[in-house]
């Protein structure tokens, strides 16, 4: 199962921290149209084999909760079952979200646990690639949150440090396996972490931008097979990069969630691959009962 944890906006969605370089001077959202890209981009992920499990905020207080990279990590396990991780948040108004993510991956069959030490913020700070795991630190995920979280995970595992404006490894390194691809942006990695980049998987398959292509999210879309589901402020010369290694972009208008809120379709996601007979979905946090609701404010 291509599983996809996710959190629609509430109708009274609003930026409260403006913590990343696109938030910060914003317009204030549109709730209502901000429901209708967060739904969109779950149908997209659905219509490609992806199984979304959509959590609404039971509060309209936390605002943070549709950027759901941030809402733990599933960690696969032989034998046992998944693993939940739970993150441990920079912001303040984000650090009670996990008590209710944290019930929900429970009922699903999940263990739940909590690394325990630092700042750790959960998906938006690992990607596989190549079968192994990176982890990152640096953005807002701290070396020792990322140590901790780090014993959870089986296998090879690489740390990479990022800077600013890549608050999140999601900012910095975009894997694309369906073209054994990794596409990543040397201007805000440490060179250290660049070198081991280029000697675990080698020069010839990095595919490198820059700092003002990610700021116009190159690295933050979401690739569900040969397709990459991203915000339609990427650039052209990405777009063609992209479709000459076979991979299709497919624009999705964010204005509400991308250009205004800082995070783009690979954000708001927490993805992982498990063994469908691992988990269990409560039916109410299934996509076709939450857009429901979401369709009724149209």
């Known amino acids: 199962m291509d599983l996809f944890l996710m959190s629609p906006p509430g109708r009274a969605w609003a930026l409260r921290g403006r913590n990343n370089f696109r938030s910060r001077e914003a317009p204030q959202v549109d709730a209502r149209q901000a429901r209708r890209e967060w739904l969109a981009l779950a149908r997209e992920i659905e219509a490609r084999g992806g199984t979304v499990v959509a959590l609404p905020s039971p509060s309209e207080l936390l605002t943070g909760m549709p950027y759901a990279a941030e809402c733990g990590q599933v960690v696969p396990r032989k034998d046992a079952p998944p693993l939940f991780l739970l993150p441990r948040m920079m912001s303040a108004h984000r650090q009670t979200e996990r008590e209710h993510w944290a019930p929900l991956a429970r009922r699903m069959g999940m263990e739940v646990v909590d690394p325990g030490v630092g700042i750790w913020e959960a998906h938006g700070d690992v990607a596989t690639f190549d079968g192994a795991t990176l982890l990152f630190w640096g953005g807002r995920t701290t070396l020792d949150g990322l140590e901790a979280a780090a014993r959870h995970f089986p296998g090879e595992v690489v740390r990479v440090q990022v800077r600013e404006p890549a608050f999140h490894g999601n900012m910095a390194v975009l894997p694309l396996a369906a073209v054994d691809r990794l596409m990543v942006c040397p201007d805000v990695i440490a060179p250290d972490s660049y070198a081991l980049l280029r000697e675990r998987f080698g020069e010839q398959r990095l595919l490198v931008v820059t700092e003002d292509e990610i700021r116009h999210y190159a690295t933050n879309g979401l690739p569900v097979g040969r397709d990459l589901l991203a915000p339609s402020v990427v650039q052209d010369a990405v777009r063609a990069r ?10 999705l208008t964010m204005r509400e969630l991308c250009e205004k809120g800082g995070g783009s379709s690979r954000c708001l996601v927490s993805r992982a691959e498990v063994d469908a ?11 076709s009962a939450v857009a429901k609701d979401i369709e009724a404010d149209a």
């Open 242 to 251: 992209l479709a000459m290694l076979g991979m299709r972009v497919v624009p």
């Open 277 to 287: 007979a691992s988990v269990k979905i409560p039916d109410e946090y299934r996509l």
